[in-house]
């Protein structure tokens, strides 16, 4: 398995599309923005196929210090980042 990075994603697109890699970055960086302001509103955004985004709620609920499981913490509540893959995206995966 290879890790990749935003920059590897600029770059395709950079070539895909002809584009500078400012241009790409740009694009890059105003795709990742849009998600971002939806899952704050907590809308979701699909991409038929490929997958959702979307948040869920986290109850709070007791929890046991690492350092000194004698000690019980309060977690919060909590607003999280989820993303639901697609039948398609599963399917190329699992090939």
């Given amino acids: ?10 770059e395709h697109l950079a070539d895909k599309l002809a584009l500078s890699k400012r241009q790409a970055e740009d694009v890059v960086d105003s795709t990742l923005g849009f998600i971002t302001d939806l899952l704050k509103k907590g809308d979701e955004l699909t991409f038929t196929g490929f997958g959702t ?8 609920r007791m929890g046991i210090n ?3 499981p004698s000690i019980k913490v309060q977690i919060p509540a909590s607003t999280v980042p989820r993303f639901r893959p697609g039948k398609t995206l599963k399917e190329a995966v699992n090939k």
Avoid at 1 to 10: Q, R
Avoid at 53 to 60: A, D
């Fill in 53 to 60: 985004f979307l948040t869920k709620q986290r109850k709070g």
């Fill in 1 to 10: 398995m290879t890790k990749h990075k935003k920059s590897d994603l600029v």
């Fill in 66 to 68: 690492p350092k000194d």
